[in-house]
């Protein structure tokens, strides 16, 4: 009887330890499920909501920049306590006046971390793909930290995002093109 328990410990032992190491194999992810079954889901999570592909503007288009000057104008405008703010102020919007396009592909967390941050909450909370953004450059040697106009899908209309201006709130503005 002693043999015969001894020898059932060995095969159960046995069983444990091919099961854990065919579980080793296996690449898990953080939630401890295999990689294959997350993509998966997401995939059927990312097929599920299709966005429409507005046509965006051109960077140096006037009227895309005047509607940023006037989203700029408008949240300065907020707090202004002294007449050298409003002063400042009506330079830097005066200076917001020149936008080149940034390559998508060019956009890194090293150098673009701001941009980079934002591109990836809209892609992940709206849905998007590289071919619903567009990302404009403020061109201006005047103005000390680049400015830059993320363009994006949202429904019917294209948004736009003032990017690295303010660290509180990203202002941002609907693309009316008439």
Request: proline share 4%; hydrophobic share 40%; with cysteine.
């Amino acid at each position: 009887m002693k043999r015969y328990l001894i020898a059932l410990a060995f095969l159960a032992m046995s069983a444990n330890i091919a099961l854990a190491q065919e579980n080793e194999q296996e690449e898990l992810n953080a939630f401890g499920y295999p990689d294959k079954s997350l993509v998966t889901v997401i995939e059927a999570t990312k097929t599920d909501k299709q966005v429409k592909i507005n046509p965006k503007p051109f960077c140096n288009d006037g009227k895309l920049i005047k509607q940023a000057q006037l989203a700029i104008k408008e949240y300065m405008d907020k707090a202004l306590p002294t007449i050298y703010a409003k002063r400042k102020n009506r330079i830097i919007i005066k200076n917001v006046n020149n936008f080149v396009p940034l390559k998508l592909d060019d956009v890194s967390a090293e150098k673009y971390p701001r941009v980079a941050g934002r591109m990836v909450e809209l892609k992940i909370n709206n849905h998007l793909d590289d071919q619903n953004i567009a990302v404009c450059q403020n061109d201006s040697p005047e103005l000390d930290a680049k400015l830059y106009l993320i363009m994006y899908d949202d429904g019917d209309k294209v948004k736009v995002d003032i990017v690295n201006f303010s660290d509180n709130k990203i202002p941002n503005f609907i693309y009316n093109d008439e």
